[in-house]
């Protein structure tokens, strides 16, 4: 086998295909969006908060056990192949959605839209990150997340859009099915498997590997454990944003086209800017990129509660993807940075473990306030958490 050569201009077909076939893969997120909190409401009569984001809850238990197992299983069966797997699991969930007659068949397809996500797009991270070294690592990241949540704000306001003027159910699901056969068209014949780009890093590393990769990144190491609590707030915010801010919206009456836009808006601009973001997170201090990216998500979130105009709570939702730009990309050129290369795929799987469990807690926490106290406390809440987790990056996190 001839040498692999590392980096961005070198795999740069390889990369962009990644690129694509991430793009799809967030699409599926930015199908239910904007939607399935109506779909609860309108066509099941389910009212209770914590009901309502039980979807959310599935997803992201699912998500996070996916994020874990593709971490550890990478390097085994090929990055290639989980990431074939994870669209098989992707097809039946467009149907599921169309056809379902009762609320448990949605948490069902979110149960395997969780396990779909967490194995195609760690798949797709871990290989970015193997094709481009640690030079670009930054900018890799931030190029997949901005394919990614770039498509989860576009296919949010376009589900909106349809359901807007052709009905909830059947039309804005079809892009489902679209995406999810494309996305395994293009993994399975044109996507190529990246382990041996490991193999090449590992000989020039120097980092010591951990003998306890769990332990390691979740508690022992400074930097790993500061950046995983992060993450875990940080989607813990977003699961409460995805559950409970269209329901804000539509209390101060705003129109479907109007919250599809507001709730477009932050992933978008998540996505966007992690294209500018990824790449400081190479030169600049990640600590500091980490910091100011949590204290500004937890501030535009408790200001969401004390604002009442359109395009304020446009500017609100811009604020907090600029906060989570800056965090996201950073999150995994930290550790990649602190991880050795053989290592790195199992460290990234138990920090998404982490992360995405913060969707389930940020929706069983979220609701459970909003029912008992209100929707305003359960946001001013997890507003407080995501300042908390900025000063604890502070004052625990090493500057490298």
């Given at each position: 086998m001839m040498e692999a050569k590392l980096g961005l201009k070198e795999n740069w077909q390889q990369f962009t295909l990644l690129v694509i076939v991430n793009a799809f893969v967030g699409g599926m997120v930015g199908l239910e969006r904007s939607i399935i909190p109506q779909l609860?409401?309108?066509?099941?009569?389910?009212?209770?908060?914590?009901?309502?984001?039980?979807?959310?809850?599935?997803?992201?238990?699912?998500?996070?056990v996916a994020n874990y197992?593709?971490?550890?299983?990478?390097?085994?069966?090929?990055?290639?192949?989980?990431?074939?797997?994870g669209w098989l699991m992707a097809l039946p969930i467009p149907f599921i959605l169309i056809y379902a007659n009762n609320?448990?068949?949605?948490?069902?397809?979110?149960?395997?839209?969780?396990?779909?996500?967490?194995i195609t797009w760690s798949s797709t991270v871990v290989m970015k990150m193997d094709l481009v070294g640690e030079k670009n690592r930054g900018l890799a990241k931030g190029l997949n997340e901005f394919a990614g949540y770039?498509?989860?704000?576009?296919?949010?306001?376009?589900?909106?859009?349809?359901a807007d003027n052709y009905g909830i159910r059947p039309y804005p699901f079809?892009?489902?099915?679209?995406?999810?056969?494309?996305?395994?068209?293009?993994?399975l014949f044109w996507v190529k498997d990246t382990r041996h780009f490991v193999a090449q890093e590992g000989k020039e590393s120097n980092i010591i590997k951990a003998e306890n990769v769990f332990w390691n990144?979740?508690?022992?190491?400074?930097?790993?454990?500061?950046?995983?609590?992060?993450?875990?707030?940080?989607?813990?915010?977003d699961g409460m944003i995805w559950g409970l801010l269209p329901i804000l919206l539509w209390q101060l009456k705003l129109s479907t086209p109007q919250i599809g836009i507001i709730t477009a808006i932050y992933p978008s601009i998540w996505g966007v800017g992690q294209i500018v973001t990824g790449r400081l997170s190479d030169v600049l201090s990640k600590k500091k990129m980490l910091f100011w990216g949590m204290f500004l998500q937890g501030i535009a979130i408790i200001l969401l509660i004390y604002t009442r105009n359109f395009y304020l709570l446009a500017i609100l939702s811009a604020l907090l993807g600029i906060g989570?730009?800056?965090?996201?990309?950073?999150?995994?050129?930290?550790?990649?940075?602190a991880t050795n290369p053989s290592q790195r795929a199992e460290s990234i799987g138990v920090f998404r473990l982490w992360r995405d469990l913060g969707y389930a807690f940020g929706a069983i926490i979220s609701g459970i306030i909003a029912d008992r106290m209100g929707l305003n406390y359960a946001i001013v809440f997890i507003g407080v958490l995501t300042i908390l987790s900025s000063i604890i990056i502070q004052v625990r996190m090493p500057e490298k």
């Amino acid at each position: 086998m001839m040498e692999a050569k590392l980096g961005l201009k070198e795999n740069w077909q390889q990369f962009t295909l990644l690129v694509i076939v991430n793009a799809f893969v967030g699409g599926m997120v930015g199908l239910e969006r904007s939607i399935i909190p109506q779909l609860a409401e309108h066509e099941f009569g389910i009212v209770s908060k914590v009901a309502i984001l039980s979807f959310i809850t599935a997803f992201g238990f699912s998500k996070a056990v996916a994020n874990y197992f593709a971490g550890r299983f990478a390097d085994k069966i090929g990055r290639k192949n989980l990431l074939t797997i994870g669209w098989l699991m992707a097809l039946p969930i467009p149907f599921i959605l169309i056809y379902a007659n009762n609320w448990q068949w949605v948490i069902v397809a979110n149960m395997l839209l969780g396990f779909s996500q967490g194995i195609t797009w760690s798949s797709t991270v871990v290989m970015k990150m193997d094709l481009v070294g640690e030079k670009n690592r930054g900018l890799a990241k931030g190029l997949n997340e901005f394919a990614g949540y770039l498509s989860v704000g576009m296919v949010a306001f376009l589900t909106a859009y349809i359901a807007d003027n052709y009905g909830i159910r059947p039309y804005p699901f079809y892009l489902g099915i679209f995406m999810a056969v494309v996305g395994l068209i293009l993994s399975l014949f044109w996507v190529k498997d990246t382990r041996h780009f490991v193999a090449q890093e590992g000989k020039e590393s120097n980092i010591i590997k951990a003998e306890n990769v769990f332990w390691n990144t979740t508690v022992k190491d400074k930097t790993l454990s500061s950046v995983t609590q992060a993450g875990l707030i940080n989607n813990l915010n977003d699961g409460m944003i995805w559950g409970l801010l269209p329901i804000l919206l539509w209390q101060l009456k705003l129109s479907t086209p109007q919250i599809g836009i507001i709730t477009a808006i932050y992933p978008s601009i998540w996505g966007v800017g992690q294209i500018v973001t990824g790449r400081l997170s190479d030169v600049l201090s990640k600590k500091k990129m980490l910091f100011w990216g949590m204290f500004l998500q937890g501030i535009a979130i408790i200001l969401l509660i004390y604002t009442r105009n359109f395009y304020l709570l446009a500017i609100l939702s811009a604020l907090l993807g600029i906060g989570t730009a800056l965090v996201y990309p950073t999150f995994l050129s930290s550790i990649g940075q602190a991880t050795n290369p053989s290592q790195r795929a199992e460290s990234i799987g138990v920090f998404r473990l982490w992360r995405d469990l913060g969707y389930a807690f940020g929706a069983i926490i979220s609701g459970i306030i909003a029912d008992r106290m209100g929707l305003n406390y359960a946001i001013v809440f997890i507003g407080v958490l995501t300042i908390l987790s900025s000063i604890i990056i502070q004052v625990r996190m090493p500057e490298k």
